[in-house]
């Protein structure tokens, strides 16, 4: 048996549907920006990883200060925001040089520096985040016998941090669209208030409690929430999952790589119905609220 908060809830979306559907819209409107958004904001976040992944710090030590790397290493790995260390020596470093070189010839012309090898023992730093690299390397230039250290330049910080403030930006906008959508429903509530304020005088004078009063009105937030988060959710299951299957899951290059649409796809709709009933809920209860102060 459905409760009466739910039966009233349900028959005030049915007796205001114009109302109810304009709310509805905005949601829809609303959701569909966000999802846009969260979506694109997940894959940055992705794509940012594998950037930040693909990057590491290369070190070389001086000549003079070859035999101390144990010593090098252990300063190195004490500097915060340092993840892994790996260690090649010169001779592997000189090999990995030869073997870049695919014409025969060519390795041979080099093949007599592994008597005097010129080339540098070195380390290959990984940071935990992207946002250290800079700061990890300009630490580990104050190590004394370090020789050099690159990372890629400032291109590199600069590309990480433009991703990141893309998602930080992104964030703040969906945020900004959820409270537009509650100011939304908020005011369509009110109108149904308006509309039924002598039913609801009438209870109040016979002892009904604001609770009693509020609860079919958070209904009907509720499932406007939820009607209004109907068309976003399909148009993106059907949406990612396209471009998905149109691109195998790779943007521009392997790095920017989609998630699989099972279950990424599943959670973004769980979180878009979330947030429409969500929406309705809070714009109801505030304007609920704000409506049984007034006349008490």
Do not use: C
């Not at 940071?127 to 800079?134: L, T």
Request: net charge positive.
């Amino acid at each position: 048996m459905i409760s009466r908060p739910f039966k009233e809830g349900i028959s005030g979306v049915g007796r205001h549907w114009a109302m109810s559907i304009s709310s509805a819209l905005a949601v829809t409107i609303t959701l569909i920006i966000i999802s846009l958004i969260s979506i694109l904001s997940i894959n940055l976040q992705s794509f940012t990883k594998s950037i930040e992944n693909t990057v590491q710090i290369s070190v070389q030590v001086a000549y003079e200060a070859e035999g101390n790397e144990a010593n090098i290493k252990n300063q190195i790995l004490a500097i915060d925001g340092v993840a892994k260390v790996n260690f090649s020596s010169k001779a592997q470093e000189l090999e990995y040089y030869l073997n870049s070189f695919d014409d025969e010839k060519t390795r041979k012309i080099f093949e007599p520096f592994k008597e005097e090898n010129p080339m540098h023992d070195s380390f290959y730093v990984e940071a935990k985040s992207g946002n250290k690299i800079e700061s990890i390397a300009k630490e580990i230039r104050k190590i004394k016998g370090i020789y050099s250290v690159n990372y890629g330049g400032q291109s590199t910080i600069t590309l990480v941090t433009a991703m990141n403030g893309i998602r930080r930006s992104g964030l703040i906008l969906g945020a900004g669209l959820g409270i537009l959508a509650i100011f939304l429903i908020q005011n369509t509530i009110r109108l149904t208030i308006f509309s039924r304020q002598d039913e609801i005088t009438i209870m109040k004078n016979v002892g009904a409690t604001n609770h009693f009063i509020r609860s079919p009105f958070l209904i009907e937030g509720m499932l406007i929430g939820i009607m209004g988060s109907i068309i976003p959710i399909a148009l993106t299951a059907w949406s990612y999952i396209y471009i998905y299957n149109r691109t195998n899951g790779i943007l521009l290059s392997s790095l920017f790589r989609l998630y699989k649409p099972n279950p990424f796809v599943v959670y973004v709709s769980l979180a878009l119905a979330a947030v429409g009933m969500g929406v309705g809920l809070v714009g109801s209860f505030i304007s609920v609220n704000r409506y049984l102060r007034q006349h008490r």
